[in-house]
């Protein structure tokens, strides 16, 4: 595709279930990091992909979070018995370059809300 | 830790006004420096960058200067358009970290 997609663009979670959300970075982008934006803040780094190595996921708040990229292109970051501090957008970027200085492209965000 | 401050907005002007949403930051080294804009409904599109000290960064009428003596980057239009209402985050990056965000600054212009 022309830009970075994620699905979905909303999700509604009761508390204590499971979500995944999906990226699919520009094509042939190497670099692939999300974020996690909540209300009325910027965007706060999770983690990043390098083709399919997880090369940093020091922003990752806790082990229920987890994210793959087994293919080195499309990714999922998984929330595991979501809570009510999970509500947020989580946006996912994609840059062509193999370091994080170059022009990142970000995606729309899926906004989870967890009742 | 490395940060970025912002003004908080929202920032309301009328159109042909001029536009400084000022922005700081605290790190070590020479971090790159960003602003990006987000449009309702959009994602984040980065509008501009400077790489180093005295660096001018510009696009679509907007410049920011990267100025290490006050450790600030402030962005500034000279005649906002309606099309400009958005919401613009000041951003930084240094090598081996991921991009670090301001909160974020609305702007609201009116015709």
């Known amino acids: 595709g022309a830009g970075v997609s994620q699905s979905p663009r909303y999700k509604v979670a009761k508390r204590g279930q499971d979500v995944a959300l999906r990226c699919d970075p520009i094509?042939?982008?190497?670099?692939l990091f999300w974020y996690q934006q909540a209300l009325g803040q910027g965007p706060e780094f999770l983690t990043y992909?390098?083709?399919?190595?997880?090369?940093?996921k020091s922003g990752l708040p806790s082990d229920r979070f987890f994210a793959e990229r087994p293919e080195g292109s499309v990714s999922t970051l998984k929330i595991q018995r979501t809570q009510q501090e999970d509500s947020a957008v989580y946006l996912c970027?994609?840059?062509?370059?193999?370091?994080?200085?170059?022009?990142?492209?970000f995606g729309q965000g899926t906004r989870l809300t967890v009742v | 830790g490395n940060s970025v401050t912002q003004m908080e907005g929202p920032v309301t002007l009328s159109e042909e006004a001029f536009l400084t949403i000022n922005c700081t930051y605290t790190?070590?080294?020479?971090?790159?420096l960003f602003w990006y804009v987000q449009y309702p409904g959009e994602g984040l599109q980065l509008l501009l960058k400077?790489?180093?000290?005295?660096d001018k960064g510009s696009n679509k009428g907007f410049e920011a200067t990267y100025r290490k003596e006050t450790t600030s980057f402030h962005l500034e239009k000279g005649s906002v358009q309606v099309s400009d209402s958005a919401v613009y985050f000041c951003?930084?990056?240094?090598?081996?970290?991921?991009?670090?965000f301001g909160k974020g600054t609305t702007l609201s212009v009116s015709s």
């Open positions: 970027a994609s840059s062509q370059g193999r370091t994080r200085v170059t022009e990142a492209f």
């Open positions: 094509s042939g982008h190497v670099s």
């Open positions: 992909f390098q083709n399919e190595a997880q090369l940093d």
């Open positions: 790190a070590t080294g020479y971090p790159s």
């Open positions: 400077a790489t180093k000290a005295d």
């Open positions: 951003a930084l990056d240094q090598a081996g970290t991921a991009l670090i």
